[in-house]
């Protein structure tokens, strides 16, 4: 237990609380920036079980924040290449890479497979899947966000509020990480306090994390935060589906270009332009199915033909650039 002492001499930890890490399945979706602190911290904490979910690999651009990677990794699935560098670091770890995009129906499995759930991915619609499957399955979910030098992490789902109840519906000025741009020691910060809130819940502390939003501002150096236990739960709409879940009246619409994806996300979607949503029809029971690549675009497509009366829904297509 060497290893582990400096931490097991906090008396909120001891033998007992680092007995009850070893025990601990810890899921983390998306292996990049975030990814790049908050798993390190995990491992050499002494999380029994972490299973890393990414799609994508090494590019040279994710270098500068995305630290547990080295110019030899590039092209590399960073799943994979994250478990080898933390079983470096803690052979203590059971890890587990999974290279593919992380479906709704996988986040079902993941949210019942795990004791706590971390949102490290760059994909808001990813986020909503995470906090639904979360919120049915009783999962505490740690999600943080980055863009520029600002961002906020927080504790949804088991006892508290999901993300739904904090966030229903996206800021109208909303930008990912490839799109808008992004500074790696702000990325480490959240993902430091995101991983602090992970073992906070694992080991049962108190006050919780769980229903506690952290934000943190490095270009005014202003950092920032409330309770949110007693939000409501919205209805969860726009839905989150699959592929899998779209039912012979469903209308599916892709927002991306032919450039954007040159592949549809489904046999029967149809290529659209923003502009055309207002004259959207479905047939009769069926929904409105939007695709992009962040879902971005396909909430708030989403959310403006649901307003004119239609049923509507994101279809979670495999991301490109999970980071």
Not at 88 to 102: E, K, Q
Not at 152 to 177: K, M, N, T
Not at 205 to 228: I, K, M, N
């Amino acid at each position: 237990m060497t290893r582990y002492d400096r931490q097991m001499r906090l008396p909120e930890i001891g033998a007992a609380g680092q007995a009850r890490l070893a025990r601990a399945r810890v899921c983390v979706i998306g292996a990049g920036g975030l990814a790049a602190t908050l798993l390190p911290l995990l491992a050499g904490a002494g999380v029994g079980q972490i299973r890393v979910i990414d799609p994508d690999r090494v590019e040279a651009h994710n270098l500068h924040r995305q630290t547990l990677f080295r110019m030899a990794d590039i092209g590399r699935p960073k799943a994979l290449v994250a478990v080898t560098t933390l079983a470096d670091l803690n052979p203590d770890c059971r890890l587990t890479p999974v290279v593919a995009a992380l479906g709704a129906r996988a986040a079902r499995d993941e949210a019942a497979w795990a004791d706590v759930v971390l949102d490290a991915a760059d994909n808001f619609a990813v986020t909503y899947a995470l906090s639904d499957a979360c919120l049915a399955g009783n999962t505490p979910l740690i999600a943080a966000s980055v863009q520029g030098r600002a961002g906020h992490v927080g504790g949804f789902c088991g006892p508290a509020p999901s993300y739904r109840a904090l966030f229903p519906d996206l800021p109208e000025r909303l930008q990912s990480c490839a799109s808008g741009g992004v500074m790696g020691p702000a990325v480490a910060s959240l993902a430091a306090l995101q991983a602090q809130m992970c073992l906070s819940v694992l080991l049962g502390h108190a006050p919780s994390p769980l229903g506690q939003l952290l934000t943190l501002d490095l270009a005014e150096w202003r950092p920032g935060g409330f309770r949110f236990d007693g939000a409501p739960e919205p209805a969860p709409m726009p839905a989150i589906l699959d592929a899998e879940d779209i039912r012979p009246e469903d209308r599916i619409i892709e927002l991306r270009s032919a450039q954007e994806s040159p592949d549809l996300p489904h046999p029967r979607a149809e290529r659209l332009d923003t502009a055309a949503i207002g004259t959207l029809a479905a047939a009769p029971g069926g929904r409105l199915v939007f695709a992009c690549a962040t879902g971005v675009r396909a909430w708030r497509a989403a959310r403006s033909a649901a307003a004119d009366g239609a049923q509507t829904a994101i279809l979670l297509t495999p991301p490109k650039g999970v980071s």
